[in-house]
T-cell receptor, first 113, second 116 residues
Framework: AQSVTQLGSHVSVSEGALVLLRCNYS??????LFWYVQYPNQGLQLLLK??????LVKGINGFEAEFKKSETSFHLTKPSAHMSDAAEYFC???????????FGTGTRLTVIP | SQTIHQWPATLVQPVGSPLSLECTVE??????LYWYRQAAGRGLQLLFY??????ISSEVPQNLSASRPQDRQFILSSKKLLLSDSGFYLC???????????????FGPGTRLLVL
C-alpha cells in the first residue's frame, strides 16, 4: 500500500532562509513522487515530479527535491525563501500505471519578513 | 493549452438539499478525470475517478456520486447533503496513461462547499 507522511503541519522560516519541507513515502514498488503547492482558495499547482530519471529534481519557483531510496524520502528545498512562497505544500505518491495519487496531509509554510 | 474549469466557486447549501458540481476540461481529449475533497486541516481524499464516458470508480463509500456524461465533463452530485460534506472540492485531469507511466494530475480552482 502507498502512503505519504509529511512531518510538520506548519513550518515558519525567515525571508531569505532555507526552506526544507519533509516528505517520507511508503510504496511496495518504485514510486512516482510529486510536490504540489496550494495558494489560499486555489487549486493545486505542480511544483515538480520524480519519475526515476534523476534523483535530484528541479521544479518551478526555485524549488527542488531529492529522491533518497534508502531513506524513502523526497524532501522539498529552496535555498532562499521569498514572501510569495507562503502557501500549503503537498507531497504525493503514485505507482507505475496507477490512476491514483496518494497525498500527504500538507505543510503550511509561513515566511516571516 | 489545456484548461480546467470548476463551478460554482463557492456554494452554501442547507442540510438535506441536493448538490451538483461541474468540472470541464478544454484542450485535451480522453482525459482521466478525478474528484477530490479537501477537509479543513486535512489532506486530499480521492473520491472518484473516471477513465472514460460513463466509467466511474469510487474510492470511498459516501453520500456522493459522480457522472461523466461527456468526454470532458465530470459532475459530482448528492441527493441529500450532510454537514460532513462541507469542504473544498477539487477536480483534476491527467493524460490517459501510457503503459509504465504515472501521469501528472492538473487541478482546477476548486469549489468551496459549506453545508449548514
Amino acid at each position: 500500500a502507498q502512503s505519504v507522511t509529511q512531518l510538520g503541519s506548519h513550518v515558519s522560516v525567515s525571508e531569505g532562509a532555507l526552506v526544507l519541507l519533509r516528505c517520507n513515502y511508503s510504496s511496495s514498488v518504485p514510486p512516482y513522487l510529486f510536490w504540489y503547492v496550494q495558494y489560499p482558495n486555489q487549486g493545486l499547482q505542480l511544483l515538480l515530479k520524480y519519475t526515476s530519471a534523476a534523483t535530484l529534481v528541479k521544479g518551478i519557483n526555485g524549488f527542488e527535491a531529492e529522491f533518497k531510496k534508502s531513506e524513502t524520502s523526497f524532501h522539498l528545498t529552496k535555498p532562499s525563501a521569498h514572501m510569495s512562497d507562503a502557501a500549503e505544500y503537498f507531497c504525493a505518491v503514485s505507482e507505475t500505471g496507477a490512476n491514483n495519487l496518494f497525498f500527504g496531509t500538507g505543510t503550511r509554510l509561513t515566511v516571516i519578513p | 493549452s489545456q484548461t480546467i474549469h470548476q463551478w460554482p466557486a463557492t456554494l452554501v447549501q442547507p442540510v438535506g438539499s441536493p448538490l451538483s458540481l461541474e468540472c470541464t476540461v478544454e484542450g485535451t481529449s480522453n482525459p482521466n478525470l478525478y474528484w477530490y475533497r479537501q477537509a479543513a486541516g486535512r489532506g486530499l481524499q480521492l473520491l472518484f475517478y473516471s477513465v472514460g464516458i460513463g466509467q466511474i470508480s469510487s474510492e470511498v463509500p459516501q453520500n456522493l456520486s459522480a457522472s461523466r456524461p461527456q468526454d470532458r465533463q465530470f459532475i459530482l452530485s448528492s441527493k441529500k447533503l450532510l454537514l460532513s460534506d462541507s469542504g473544498f472540492y477539487l477536480c483534476a485531469w491527467s493524460i490517459r496513461g501510457l503503459a509504465g507511466g504515472s501521469e501528472t494530475q492538473y487541478f482546477g480552482p476548486g469549489t468551496r462547499l459549506l453545508v449548514l
